[in-house]
Structures are given as C-alpha cells and as structure tokens.
C-alpha cells in the first residue's frame, strides 16, 4: 500500500543538527508537493516547511528561516529536512505529507506520515 514513513529523529544537544528523511513506499513523489509539520508538547500542529513537487519553490515557516532546508530526491521518492542550530524549543513530533501540487504547499494531503520525535535538550 502507499505509505511515508519518517526516520532520522532522536536526541540532540542544543546547536546540534539532524537530517528528517521522509521516504515513499507503494507510489513516487514527482508529482506532489510535500510538506512537513510538527507538535510540540501541549501545542497545536503546525506546518515548518514546504517544497513543490518541482522542487524549484520552498516555503519556510519564521521561526525555522535560515537554520532548516528542505529539499527532495525523487528518484529515491525521498524528501530531506537539513535541521541545523537546533534549540529546545524545535522539540516535538514531526510529520510529512503529501499532497497535489502545483502549489509549493500541499493543496491537500492524500498520505500522512506516521511522524518521529525530535528531542532537543542538554
């Protein structure tokens, strides 16, 4: 069956990185645009970032400019989330999802992720 499957989450010290892969089983990701979310403790789910399926546009909630990339391989149907300069407050449960592009953000979501933790704390 189609499915994502995140991996690549765990621990880290703050000002540390780690790298989300976000991989497809069952179908490919050329043609959708992917989105990543996450929730915090106590917080509501929030998106943190964006590439179209073209991967030519990408869309960066604030908090997370200039410290997180996105970017994608579609020949491994496999999207990346490069999260650098971490801080405690990225801690939270992080999700992909893919959607119908043409939008650099997912117009909707037809596959969820399960999701990963990310732990960011000395």
């Known amino acids: 069956q189609r499915q994502l499957e995140e991996s690549g989450g765990g621990l880290v010290q703050p000002g540390g990185s780690l790298r989300l892969s976000c991989a497809a089983s069952?179908?490919?990701?050329?043609?959708?645009?992917i989105a990543w979310f996450r929730q915090a403790p106590g917080k509501e789910r929030k998106g943190v970032s964006c590439?179209?399926?073209?991967?030519?546009?990408?869309w960066y909630e604030e908090s997370v400019k200039g410290r997180f990339t996105i970017s994608r391989d579609d020949a491994k149907s496999t999207v990346y989330l490069e999260m650098n300069s971490l801080k405690p407050e990225d801690t939270a449960d992080y999700y992909c999802?893919?959607?119908?592009?043409?939008?650099?953000?997912?117009?909707?979501?037809?596959?969820w992720g399960k999701g990963i933790l990310v732990t960011v704390s000395s």
């Open positions: 999802a893919a959607g119908p592009g043409p939008s650099v953000c997912p117009i909707g979501v037809d596959y």
């Open positions: 069952g179908f490919t990701l050329e043609h959708y645009a």
């Open positions: 590439i179209s399926n073209s991967g030519g546009n990408t």
